[in-house]
């Protein structure tokens, strides 16, 4: 299968756009994980339905919003841009944050899923031998959410991959820029004669998106069987 050099900076494009939005909410998506599995407190059906927000809300709402926040004059972007130099819309970083946002939920659920799973009777003894809350959570807690972690980051890495509605919402649909796989096939859907293109792009998509989601089956039943093991 050959790709257009058009092509090629799309699934490059895309591939960057997912890993460096997976890779900068994954320590938030454990954070927030690790709150509403472990603690109670005022808010926190509220906090878990506002998590789950972009789930359920149509992808251009969430694009239209994270606009008005992190455009350039955004009542966040704003003062990006003015004492940084900083600025989401209308590049590849906003594209990176539109997707992370969108994702984080299947991210905070699987990890949130496998730390509910984790026997708190072994942090509880581990703190009465004197190990620290850090101790614990580094030693005892994340190794043993280790696959729920590794479920998470790739549903949200796969979700990563098809993300379009707030990503051409928020920073538009820029050839080499912000013209990530699902971008670049719209173009050429609504480009006469450039059928066979987008053909191979949705056979690209497709393929990625089932291994990831076959990636993330494997590493959800070796899961299972480990914390089985340890039950």
Not at 39 to 65: E, N, R, T
Not at 147 to 164: N, Q
Not at 201 to 219: F, G, T, Y
């Amino acid at each position: 299968m050959i790709l257009s050099e058009p092509e090629w900076q799309a699934l490059i494009l895309s591939l960057k756009v997912s890993i460096v939005a997976v890779g900068c909410s994954l320590p938030f998506g454990i954070l927030i994980a690790w709150i509403l599995a472990r603690c109670q407190f005022v808010g926190k059906a509220l906090l878990d339905s506002l998590i789950h927000l972009p789930l359920v809300l149509p992808p251009v709402v969430v694009g239209y919003l994270l606009l008005l926040g992190f455009g350039r004059r955004g009542f966040i972007g704003q003062y990006l841009y003015d004492w940084f130099g900083f600025t989401f819309a209308f590049s590849w970083r906003g594209a990176a944050l539109a997707s992370a946002v969108v994702a984080f939920p299947l991210m905070v659920r699987a990890i949130r899923l496998a730390l509910e799973g984790v026997d708190s009777r072994l942090e509880q003894a581990a703190r009465t031998l004197g190990a620290g809350r850090w101790r614990v959570f580094f030693t005892i807690t994340l190794p043993l959410t280790l696959p729920g972690v590794i479920v998470g980051t790739v549903l949200a890495f796969a979700r990563s991959l098809g993300e379009f509605g707030a990503t051409i919402t928020f920073v538009s649909n820029i050839p080499g820029e912000t013209r990530t796989l699902p971008s670049a096939m719209y173009t050429l859907i609504e480009t006469p004669g450039a059928e066979g293109a987008a053909a191979r792009l949705c056979v690209i998509a497709i393929l990625l998106a089932l291994s990831s989601l076959l990636m993330s089956e494997w590493l959800s039943r070796w899961g299972r069987k480990k914390w089985g093991g340890l039950n």
